[in-house]
């Protein structure tokens, strides 16, 4: 069954069809729910809470982007809605204060630093860099988008991944040298 003729069988509420494209995205949907939540159990639970809800707003799916971008989104709102109700609370940021930021096209990380060391050194973050961080280099979302999903300006999305891009490469010299320099 091809990927449209699925989506349209679930929106008149066919079971099987539903089951079919569960099991084609919840492999995948786990993997980003599990880069914001660490407890296996409650990713499984944010991941579960996003399908129901993605079927119960199909009809909203325009096919303006991919099915799996669509669902992905409504899972990391739903991740974010679960820590925030953990009072994870994103830090309010003063914008008057913030200023804007210049993108660095030239970050990088020494050689012999693999993506598993800069997710690890990610999850030490401070939530408040750790978060858009995440959307911005894992997921690829641009500042635009981050600030709809955090639900801050576009100013605020540059500052804080801009700094928490410093602060993870800060973490990853220290972890390599032990000194940060």
């Excluded at 409504?74 to 008057?96: F, G, H, P, S, T």
């Excluded at 500052?159 to 220290?174: A, I, N, P, S």
Aim: hydrophobic letters at 35%; glycine letters at 6%; charged letters at 30%.
């Amino acid at each position: 069954m091809i990927q449209h003729q699925l989506i349209e069988a679930c929106k008149q509420n066919d079971r099987r069809a539903q089951l079919k494209l569960y099991n084609k995205y919840c492999d995948g949907m786990y993997y980003v729910a599990r880069r914001f939540i660490n407890d296996p159990f409650e990713a499984e639970d944010a991941m579960q809470e996003a399908f129901i809800k993605a079927f119960e707003k199909l009809a909203q799916f325009t096919g303006e982007v991919s099915f799996g971008a669509w669902l992905k989104r409504i899972v990391i709102n739903k991740c974010l809605d679960k820590l925030k109700a953990r009072k994870l609370e994103l830090v309010a940021m003063n914008e008057q204060v913030l200023g804007t930021v210049e993108e660095e096209e030239n970050w990088n990380v020494d050689d012999g630093i693999g993506i598993e060391e800069v997710k690890q050194t990610m999850e030490q973050l401070p939530e408040k860099y750790r978060y858009p961080l995440m959307l911005y280099l894992l997921e690829g979302y641009d500042h635009e988008e981050i600030s709809e999903i955090l639900d801050i300006s576009q100013v605020a999305s540059r500052t804080l991944v801009h700094r928490g891009k410093k602060k993870l490469q800060d973490e990853l010299k220290m972890r390599k040298h032990g000194t940060g320099y």
